[in-house]
Antibody, heavy 120, light 107 residues
Framework: EVQLVESGGGLVQPGRSLRLSCAAS????????MHWVRQAPGKGLEWVSGISWNSGSIGYAGSVKGRFTISRDNAKNSLYLQMNSLRAEDTALYYC?????????????WGQGTLVTVSS | DIQMTQSPSSLSASVGDRVTITCQAS??????LNWYQQRPGKAPKLLIYDASNLETGVPSRFSGSGSGTDFTFTISSLQPEDIATYYCQQYDNLPLTFGGGTKVEIK
């Protein structure tokens, strides 16, 4: 079955760090770019970061640049998001999403999300 | 960053009605425009890619058109299962950006 399963979310204090993981299965992981997209409670979708198939091309939203780091391990079929210096406005449901090609473009498969709550 | 402006932000229509949503980009994005459906409590789902191409398995009542800066998404005959929020998304330039969403309800 083709699926993405996120993990690592939780309650964290402002200024602290958290690492999200996404386990992929059912497709050839290293053929595709991968992304993180988030959705704050009751709000719309916001692309956070994306990484090409070979990690040669990486992009970030301005709101997280310098604080978040995306990475992937093709041998483990896994995607990661290291989130540092977390702020209240980072509170959201974080989705892992599969790209449709090797380059950063759009998303044809989504996980169910992992909730990150930043609060003291 | 490319801004994507969707309208309306919400709409109410009857079953069988034709529903149209528009999305305007702040600069020319060619046809690098996609549409997603997000049902309540669910992850988004790709419906239309490259402005007008129907994703495999998506019902033919959904369609998209446009190029450059102005795009349209249409449901030809609204069904109860189409209750959702719809988002446009551009991929001409990084950062990838979404429209604000259009919530579709049944009248």
């Amino acid at each position: 079955e083709v699926q993405l399963v996120e993990s690592g979310g939780g309650l964290v204090q402002p200024g602290r760090s958290l690492r999200l993981s996404c386990a992929a299965s059912g497709f050839t992981f290293d053929d595709y770019a991968m992304h993180w997209v988030r959705q704050a409670p009751g709000k719309g979708l916001e692309w956070v970061s994306g990484i090409s198939w070979n990690s040669g091309s990486i992009g970030y939203a301005g709101s997280v640049k310098g604080r978040f780091t995306i990475s992937r391990d093709n041998a483990k079929n896994s995607l990661y998001l290291q989130m540092n210096s977390l702020r209240a406005e980072d509170t959201a449901l974080y989705y892992c999403a599969k790209g449709v090609a090797a380059r950063l473009s759009y998303f044809d498969l989504w996980g169910q999300g992992t909730l990150v709550t930043v609060s003291s | 960053d490319i801004q994507m402006t969707q309208s309306p932000s919400s709409l109410s229509a009857s079953v069988g009605d034709r529903v149209t949503i528009t999305c305007q980009a702040s600069q020319d994005i060619s046809n690098y425009l996609n549409w997603y459906q997000q049902r309540p409590g669910k992850a988004p789902k790709l419906l239309i890619y490259d402005a007008s191409n129907l994703e495999t398995g998506v019902p033919s009542r959904f369609s998209g058109s446009g190029s450059g800066t102005d795009f349209t998404f249409t449901i030809s005959s609204l069904q109860p299962e189409d209750i959702a929020t719809y988002y446009c998304q551009q991929y001409d330039n990084l950062p990838l950006t979404f429209g604000g969403g259009t919530k579709v309800e049944i009248k």
